[in-house]
C-alpha cells in the first residue's frame, strides 16, 4: 500500500487531506511537527512526503534539508504543501530539493488528488 506521510500543524488541514486522499486508498501518517515528521519519515520511509512550511518546532524548509541528508529517503518525494505565494514557494522547492509544491487552500479536491497521484511513481 502506498504510504504518505503529511507533515502538518493544522487539525483542519490535516483532516481535509485525509478526508480527500481516503478514497484512494492511501495509507496516510500525520505529524504536527517536524522532530515527529522526522522521526516517523524514518521510521514508516513513506511513498511521498507532504510538507507543510510554516511548523511549531523548525519551518519546513530546515526539515526538507533534514529529510534530504538521509539516505533512505533520498528517492522520497517531497511535496511543499503551502500558503505561501507562488514565487516564494518555488524558490523554497529548488533550493531545498523538494520535488513540487500544491497550494494552499485546497478548494478543488480532484484537482489536489490528481496532483498527489502525479509526484507518486
Given at each position: 500500500?502506498?504510504?504518505?506521510?503529511?507533515?502538518?500543524?493544522?487539525?483542519?488541514?490535516?483532516?481535509?487531506?485525509?478526508?480527500?486522499?481516503?478514497?484512494?486508498?492511501?495509507?496516510?501518517?500525520?505529524?504536527?511537527?517536524?522532530?515527529?515528521?522526522?522521526?516517523?519519515?524514518?521510521?514508516?520511509?513513506?511513498?511521498?512526503?507532504?510538507?507543510?512550511?510554516?511548523?511549531?518546532?523548525?519551518?519546513?524548509?530546515?526539515?526538507?534539508?533534514?529529510?534530504?541528508?538521509?539516505?533512505?529517503?533520498?528517492?522520497?518525494?517531497?511535496?511543499?504543501?503551502?500558503?505561501?505565494?507562488?514565487?516564494?514557494?518555488?524558490?523554497?522547492?529548488?533550493?531545498?530539493?523538494?520535488?513540487?509544491?500544491?497550494?494552499?487552500?485546497?478548494?478543488?479536491?480532484?484537482?489536489?488528488?490528481?496532483?498527489?497521484?502525479?509526484y507518486l511513481k
Open positions: 500500500m502506498t504510504k504518505i506521510l503529511v507533515i502538518e500543524d493544522i487539525p483542519d488541514n490535516v483532516e481535509l487531506v485525509r478526508k480527500a486522499l481516503s478514497k484512494t486508498g492511501y495509507e496516510i501518517y500525520h505529524a504536527a511537527d517536524a522532530e515527529t515528521g522526522l522521526a516517523m519519515a524514518l521510521k514508516q520511509v513513506p511513498d511521498l512526503i507532504l510538507l507543510d512550511l510554516g511548523l511549531p518546532d523548525y519551518d519546513g524548509q530546515t526539515l526538507a534539508g533534514w529529510l534530504r541528508d538521509e539516505a533512505i529517503l533520498d528517492q522520497t518525494p517531497i511535496v511543499v504543501l503551502t500558503a505561501w505565494p507562488e514565487d516564494a514557494a518555488k524558490q523554497v522547492v529548488k533550493s531545498y530539493r523538494c520535488n513540487g509544491y500544491i497550494s494552499k487552500p485546497i478548494t478543488r479536491i480532484n484537482e489536489f488528488i490528481a496532483q498527489v497521484n502525479s
